[in-house]
Nanobody, 115 residues
Framework: QVQLVESGGGLVQAGGSLRLSCAASGNIFGINAMGWYRQAPGKQRELVAIITSGGSTNYADSVKGRFTISRDNAKNTVYLQMNSLKPEDTAVYYC?????????WGQGTQVTVSS
């Protein structure tokens, strides 16, 4: 099984930046993709960004140009650099890992952007 440890969430003013980190441990062999989802109150969970083992990335339209996903393979860690944050980015952000065809989820980290 894969264990995910998230960090980097917090409170920031609009226009500011945060970097989220998610470190994977345990049975980490065969990970195909790592990424981030988010869920705001009253809304469905949505994909924010994902990066595959081959380095391909995908972003939600709402964050393109502002967020950057990256990974450190040696540390089995995925990052989400969030710039130019907006109040509508406020949500719980969940780390997401796919090993083979099986997903794993982090417990979530709160990101709050004040106006």
């Amino acid at each position: 099984q894969v264990q995910l440890v998230e960090s980097g969430g917090g409170l920031v003013q609009a226009g500011g930046s945060l970097r989220l980190s998610c470190a994977a441990s345990g049975n980490i062999f065969g990970i195909n993709a790592m990424g981030w989802y988010r869920q705001a109150p009253g809304k469905q969970r949505e994909l924010v960004a994902i990066i595959t083992s081959g380095g391909s990335t995908n972003y939600a339209d709402s964050v393109k140009g502002r967020f950057t996903i990256s990974r450190d393979n040696a540390k089995n860690t995925v990052y989400l650099q969030m710039n130019s944050l907006k109040p509508e980015d406020t949500a719980v952000y969940y780390c997401y890992i796919v090993r083979g065809s099986y997903p794993s989820w982090g417990q979530g980290t709160q990101v709050t952007v004040s106006s």
